[in-house]
Structure formats: C-alpha cells, structure tokens
C-alpha cells in the first residue's frame, strides 16, 4: 500500500508499507487522500492496482516508461 502522500518515486521502498517496492506478484494499492503525483523512474509490472481515494487525484508520471499489470485494476 502507497503510504506516502507527498508523492514520489515509485521505486523508493519507504514511500510503500511495509516499506518494500511492490513486485510481479504484488497487488498495489492508492488509498491516501489528497493530491500527488507518484513518479516512475524504470519500467513495472505488478498484478493488480487499487485506487480508492477520496478529496484528491493521483497523477502517474511514467515519462517514457510503462506500468503492466498481469491481471485487472480496480
């Protein structure tokens, strides 16, 4: 789950708890209030992504990356 809600880099482990990047397997999950912008600094795959949040937007910086995810979004 993303915790911080600064944004940030998608590949920082503290901006994530428990405190590691989300992997192949992973399930990610935006659940903090409030605008942010999460930065991508490589390319990701992950299984599933999450976006529940409310009073704000979260904005995917993925410059010239990609963000794959193996199953659905919810």
Known sequence: MRNATAGGSYATAGNWSPASVPGVGDHVRFTNAG?????????????????????GAITLDLGSRYWSLTNSVN
Do not use: K, L
Not at 44 to 55: I, K, L, S
């Open 35 to 55: 605008d942010y912008t999460v930065t991508f600094s490589q390319s990701v795959t992950n299984d599933r992504a999450w976006f529940n949040t409310t009073g």
